[in-house]
């Protein structure tokens, strides 16, 4: 189901995760981050996606409990830093910064120092039932099939950098024939991709925003869609992409947009930060 606010995707666990989410990668510790997350709560949101790397997991707490919201209503993700050695250490530490007694999805933040090392420590945080579902995020296709031979558990997810820019169809199929629900942070290039004349000219088209096109986009590929935004107008807009559908004409030319020649990868070599 794509066509209303509480739209989700099924997985692997049985358990199913929000299309739409919030992501709040680069939002400032404290006041910010806690705002954030409460405008998003207030807007609808059900999926809140940070991680240890963030520095934010404390304020992403705060602001799930003040929100008065039952915390099994809420799909809460965090993602093992790789530069620590133990992934079942540090869900603990997670788990007590973010004041809650399990994450729903805890993910490897990107595969630094190869894509299975980290597992076994992932496969056991989830049988510690610290995480409902555990996942990968910047795998590329390669890395996945990588991991589904050693794992016993199967990610559930792979949070990939998506947008029509970074279209990765390939690697998009990968996780579809994995069974593994992919994710897509970024899904506004960071913002840089607001003010493409494509995007701005599909907008007009459609009556909506730059932002809610390509959110849209990302949602009509099959993708679960973290956006990040700081101000409340914005969020909420953000939230209002289930009313309208974009028309063959508008995908085909979102989709001519693609600068990775549909890689399977998850990103450029030259982009890997940790490599
Ligand atoms: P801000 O947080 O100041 O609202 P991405 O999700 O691809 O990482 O993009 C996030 C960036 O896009 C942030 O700089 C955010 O700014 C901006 N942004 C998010 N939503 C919107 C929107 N609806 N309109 C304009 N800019 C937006």
Excluded at 143 to 150: C, F, I, R
Excluded at 163 to 191: H, I, K, M, W
């Amino acid at each position: 189901m794509t066509d209303n606010a509480q739209a989700t995707r099924t997985l692997s666990n049985g358990e199913t995760i929000p299309v739409l989410g919030l992501g709040v990668w680069q939002v400032p510790d404290g006041k910010q981050t806690e705002q954030s997350v409460s405008m998003a709560l207030e807007a609808g949101y059900r999926l809140i996606d940070t991680a240890q790397a963030y520095g934010n997991e404390a304020s992403v707490g705060r602001a799930i409990r003040s929100s008065g919201i039952p915390r099994e209503d809420i799909f809460l993700t965090t993602k093992f830093y790789p530069g620590s050695r133990d992934p079942l250490v540090e869900a603990e530490k997670s788990l007590r910064r973010l004041d809650t007694e399990y994450v729903d999805l805890y993910l490897i933040h990107w595969p630094q120092g190869g894509p299975t090392w980290a597992w076994p420590g992932m496969e056991k945080a989830s049988e510690a039932g610290l995480a409902k579902a555990i996942g990968i995020s910047n795998f590329g296709a390669d890395e996945l099939q990588e991991l589904l031979k050693v794992s016993q558990i199967q990610p559930a997810v792979n949070q990939i950098l998506f947008n029509p820019f970074d279209y990765r169809r390939a690697l998009v199929e990968a996780c579809e024939q994995a069974g593994v629900v992919a994710q897509a942070y970024s899904p506004l290039g960071t913002g840089q991709h607001l003010n493409n004349p494509v995007v701005g000219r599909i907008a007009e088209a459609t009556g909506r925003t730059p932002a809610q096109v390509l959110i849209r986009w990302a949602i009509q590929k099959g993708l679960s869609v973290i956006p990040k935004s700081t101000h409340r107008e914005r969020i909420e807009q953000n939230y209002a992409v289930f009313d309208f559908t974009l028309d063959d004409e508008a995908v085909t030319a979102l989709d001519a947009l693609d600068t990775t020649t549909q890689t399977p990868d998850a990103l450029a070599p030259s982009d890997k930060w940790w490599s």
